[in-house]
């Protein structure tokens, strides 16, 4: 007789999946090889739940990675997709609608002037880059090890030997020329950034960041390191690329920006900004933007671009925040991250809860996280163990230590409070 694992539906849909898609999923992380298990099939989401193809229901803390802010099928959204799709689901050409939402996105961040739309964040980041790149004449391009910045060839650099070295490729497939100006720095670490401007200063086209690494856990920013990168790009003639894929429209209306009061010269947006659907953008100041084709010689294109569907979606979205917005929203996640430490407490397991604003993460060892050497010797097994446990009991965390808890909008007291109940029972058992 077949097990029961080898009864569930979701298995059988993995094991087709595993003959036509490569390792069985379209992005590593679905996977759940960090939490070595078969991942679990996604069927429909509601608000803050997910129900898997076997009909479990979880309390969803992925949230699609972030990018659904009110929830899973928010109705003014799905009506907005729906209403779109019936005029026409892409044209290639411009629309009234893109306008707007290029208009209400330099309208609500602080430091963009002018804005284009691509359609995912790997496009915003690798074309910010160039941008970068194309503006000033320069090549270097500094990044930070442990945040991501898409899947593009020069950003998938790893640190080097140095505490300031030229990176190396960090994916099979990446020649070593990609990334040959790409330079990987330790997160938090301003000495190191000094460093590198005092050696390559004039080299340097920009400097890009995570403003709140949240690819390597949750690892907020120390006291005075953006308004640093700020001051010494300044002083160098370099750009400051924000990549605030998650940040953006997540920990304020102007992002991460607004909320530091630090403004970047060049700014790359997705996730909330896409209604759970394929859209991001860069931007920034008028006279580097101005820089790309048709009016440069920077090149940059997209056939779905400004895709209608997704232009819809995104104007239904941000139409809806407002500061209140976000104080609801950091309430619930200080709820949680309280809840979860105090859970942990007392069970014995080595842990630090980090909050930064409506962005939370656990790491499974007893000290703060500043950096991806510390997010790397927290307790990946016991990390592991813990998304076990809470799968079991009905709260779907991220499948890999290395990603943030994103709570949405429709998480309300009762979900947080019973995701802490099962923390507890869970820790107990880990």
């Not at 619930?332 to 809860?353: I, K, P, Q």
Request: glycine share 10%; with cysteine.
């Amino acid at each position: 007789m077949p097990s029961h694992d080898e009864d569930r539906l979701g298995n059988s849909i993995f094991k087709r999946a595993s003959q036509v898609i490569p390792g069985g999923v379209n992005s590593p992380v679905r996977a759940f090889a960090s939490v070595g298990r078969e991942p679990i099939v996604a069927e429909r989401a509601e608000g803050a739940y997910l129900w898997d193809s076997d009909g479990r229901r979880y309390i969803d803390y992925i949230q699609s990675w972030g990018a659904s802010i009110f929830g899973h099928a928010h109705p003014p959204v799905a009506e907005a997709i729906a209403a779109a799709a019936t005029r026409g689901t892409s044209f290639g050409l411009l629309t009234e609608a893109e306008v707007r939402l290029a208009e209400l996105l330099c309208d609500a961040v602080p430091s963009l002037d002018e804005v284009r739309l691509v359609s995912s964040g790997t496009e915003a980041t690798m074309s910010a880059v160039r941008l970068a790149r194309g503006f000033t004449g320069r090549d270097l391009i500094v990044k930070f090890d442990g945040c991501y910045h898409g899947h593009s060839d020069a950003l998938l650099a790893a640190a080097g030997s140095g505490v300031a070295t030229l990176g190396i490729s960090g994916s099979a497939g990446v020649p070593a020329g990609a990334v040959s100006s790409t330079v990987v720095l330790p997160y938090n670490d301003i000495d190191a950034v000094d460093e590198i401007f005092v050696r390559h200063g004039s080299e340097i086209a920009a400097v890009i960041v995570e403003p709140v690494a949240a690819n390597m856990g949750l690892v907020p920013p120390e006291p005075g390191f953006l308004s640093r990168l700020r001051a010494v790009t300044n002083a160098h003639e370099a750009l400051l690329i924000f990549d605030e894929v998650i940040t953006g429209f997540r920990m304020a209306l102007g992002g991460a920006q607004a909320y530091y009061s630090v403004a970047p010269d060049l700014t790359t947006l997705g996730k909330v900004i896409g209604g759970g659907l394929p859209l991001a953008a860069f931007g920034g100041r008028a006279e580097i933007m101005e820089c790309l084709a048709p009016s440069g010689d920077v090149y940059q294109a997209g056939t779905l671009s400004g895709n209608p569907v997704a232009t819809a979606a995104s104007l239904a979205v941000l139409g809806d925040l407002s500061a209140e917005t976000y104080q609801m929203l950091e309430g619930r996640v200080e709820l949680l991250a309280a809840g979860l430490a105090n859970a942990l407490e007392g069970t014995g397991l080595e842990f630090t809860v980090q909050q930064e604003g409506t962005l939370a993460g656990i790491f499974f060892l007893n000290e703060p996280v500043r950096n991806y050497e510390d997010a790397k010797r927290a307790d990946s097994a016991m990390y592991s163990r813990f998304f076990g446990e809470m799968l079991s009991r009905g709260v779907l965390l991220a499948p890999s230590p290395f990603e943030a808890i994103f709570v949405s909008l429709a998480h309300g007291r009762d979900e947080i409070e019973r995701t802490c109940d099962i923390a507890a029972a869970a820790a107990s058992t880990t």
